[in-house]
C-alpha cells in the first residue's frame, strides 16, 4: 500500500493507543495465571494479535469483551507435552518471550515467523537453555525447535544484544520448581523494559530480585488472575510528540507519566533539544520551538531513535545519537533505514564512525520524495511525521500497512490533527 501524506503543521489532541509492549506482558501473566483474568485497553494490532495466538495454542481460553477488553483464562492444569507450533508473525516479543515459557511448561513448540524475524537474533536466548534442559533445533533462522523442560539453574545471558531473552526468563523462570539466576554477561541495555516485566509480574503477584549481576527469580511461584487497565504507548506517542515539536501543537492524552515504559523519555528529550513540552493530567503537550542539536545516548530507547531522528533534522547544528548498534536488528536495519528514510528527503544523516552512532546535522530544508517503509512499521511513520519539514511537498511511503504491526490507527491520527494522508 502507497500512502501520500502532506502536512505543513498538525494541531490538536489524540489519545495514544495501548501499549504494546504492556499488553504482550498482561497477556503472558494472565495465561500463566490460573483462573480468569479481565485486560482492558488492550493493543489491538498485529504483534499482539500474534501474542494472544500463542496463548491461545499454549491452552488459554481468549475471549474479546469488546471495546478493547478481553478475558483470558490461564492455564488452570499442566500443559500437555503435546507439540505445538506457535506463528510469532514478525513480533520479536512474542518469539523471545514465548521460546522460554514453552520450555518452562515442557511443551514442544515449533516457532515460525515472517519479515524479519527467522533472521532476528535468538540463538543467545538457547544457549543457556540449553544449558538448562531444554534441546533446541535452530539453523540460524527459524523456524526453530524447542523441546525438553526447563530446570532451575543459572542462566548466563549477554544484556546488549535483546532484553527480550531476559524478560521471556523472568517471567517463565517463576514456574519452575527451584530457584533460578539470570547472570548478565555483558552491560544491559534497554532496561526500562525489563523494569515494565517485572512491574507487571508482580502486579500479577510473582517476582524476581535484582543482584548485583542479574537477578534470582524464586521457583514455584503461581501468578494470580488479575484486573489489569493497559496504559498508553509512549512509543507511539513519540510520533506525534516529535510532530507537535517540529511543526505545530499537539496534546497526546492517555499517557502515564510515571511509567516504567522507558520511550517516556521522549518528552525530555524533546524538552532538551528546545521544544515546548508540557506534560500533567495523562497528557503530554508538545509544541513547536526553535531546536538546537544534542547528544542522545539511545542505549535504552532504541524504538524512538528513528523519530526523533526527524525532530534532530529540524534542529540547527548537529545531534549525536549515540549506543545506537543494536537498531540493526528490529523489524529493519533501523541504521540503515533511518538514513535512507531521511536522506531521501534531503536530510544529512549518516551512521558514525564505529557503527554504533547516528550523526544529524539539521537544519536543511527537505523535499517531498517516495521512500520506503522497509516492512518496517517505525520507518513509515518515521517518513509521515518528516513530511511535515517539506514544505507542504508530498512524501509517497511505500508499504505503508506495516504500521499495523504497532498502531493500525496511526493515519487517522494524522488526518484528525490535520495533515493528508491518501492512499494511492
Ligand atoms: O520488551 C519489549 O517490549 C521490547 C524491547 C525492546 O527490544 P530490545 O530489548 O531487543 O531492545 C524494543 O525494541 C521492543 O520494541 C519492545
Ligand atoms: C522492535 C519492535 O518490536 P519487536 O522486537 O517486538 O518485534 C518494535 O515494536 O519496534
Not at 111 to 120: E, Y
Not at 172 to 181: I, K, R, V
Not at 324 to 332: A, F, G, I, N, T
Not at 336 to 350: F, K, P, Q, S
Amino acid at each position: 500500500m502507497r500512502i501520500a501524506v502532506r502536512a505543513r503543521e498538525l494541531r490538536g489532541t489524540i489519545t495514544a493507543p495501548p501499549s504494546k509492549s504492556c499488553s504482550h506482558r498482561a497477556v503472558i501473566c494472565a495465561l500463566l495465571a490460573g483462573g480468569t483474568s479481565v485486560l482492558t485497553h488492550l493493543a489491538q494490532n498485529a504483534d499482539i494479535r500474534a501474542t494472544l495466538a500463542a496463548a491461545n495454542v499454549l491452552g488459554a481460553d481468549c475471549r474479546p469483551l469488546g471495546d478493547s477488553s478481553w478475558q483470558l483464562t490461564g492455564l488452570t492444569a499442566a500443559a500437555g507435552d503435546r507439540p505445538v507450533t506457535i506463528d510469532c508473525g514478525e513480533s520479536g516479543s512474542t518469539l523471545r518471550f514465548f521460546v522460554p515459557i514453552a520450555a518452562a511448561l515442557g511443551v514442544p513448540a515449533t516457532f515460525t515467523g515472517r519479515g524479519r524475524l527467522p533472521g532476528r537474533p535468538i540463538a543467545e536466548l538457547l544457549q543457556p537453555m540449553c544449558q538448562n534442559g531444554a534441546e533446541t533445533d535452530y539453523a540460524g533462522t527459524l523456524p526453530c525447535t524447542v523441546t525438553g523442560r526447563l530446570q532451575s539453574g543459572v542462566y548466563p545471558i549477554p544484556g546488549h544484544v535483546s532484553s527480550q531473552f531476559i524478560t521471556g526468563l523472568l517471567l517463565a523462570l517463576p514456574l519452575l520448581e527451584g530457584d533460578s539466576e539470570i547472570s548478565l554477561t555483558s552491560r544491559l541495555q534497554s532496561r526500562p523494559y525489563i523494569d515494565l516485566t517485572l512491574q507487571i509480574m508482580a502486579q500479577f503477584g510473582v517476582r524476581a530480585e535484582a543482584t548485583h549481576r542479574g537477578w534470582f527469580v524464586p521457583g514455584g511461584q503461581q501468578y494470580q488472575p488479575q484486573e489489569i487497565q493497559v496504559e498508553g504507548d509512549w512509543s507511539g506517542a513519540a510520533f506525534y510528540l516529535t510532530a507537535g515539536a517540529v511543526g505545530g501543537a499537539v496534546t497526546v492524552a492517555g499517557l502515564n507519566c510515571q511509567s516504567r515504559q522507558g520511550d517516556r523519555a521522549v518528552a525530555d528529550i524533546l524538552a532538551r533539544l528546545g521544544a515546548q513540552i508540557r506534560t500533567g493530567d495523562g497528557m503530554v503537550h508538545s509544541a513547536q520551538a526553535p531546536l538546537h542539536g544534542t547528544v542522545i545516548d539511545g542505549s535504552h530507547i532504541p524504538d524512538i531513535v528513528p523519530i526523533l531522528a526527524v525532530a534532530a533534522a529540524a534542529a540547527s547544528g548537529t545531534t549525536t545519537f549515540t549506543g545506537v548498534e543494536r537498531l540493526r536488528d528490529k523489524e529493519s536495519d533501523r541504521l540503515y533505514t533511518t538514513c535512507a528514510t531521511l536522506t531521501a528527503l534531503g536530510a544529512d544523516v549518516a551512521v558514525g564512525p564505529g557503527g554504533d552512532s547516528l550523526v544529524v546535522r539539521g537544519g536543511r530544508p527537505l523535499h517531498g520524495a517516495t521512500v520506503s517503509s522497509f516492512g518496517d512499521h517505525r520507518i513509515a511513520m518515521t517518513a509521515a511525521v518528516a513530511a511535515l519539514l517539506c514544505g507542504g511537498q508530498t512524501v509517497y511511503i511505500d508499504g505503508a500497512e506495516c504500521i499495523e504491526k504497532s498502531y493500525p490507527n496511526f493515519f487517522e491520527h494524522f488526518t484528525a490533527l490535520g495533515g493528508v494522508a491518501d492512499v494511492l
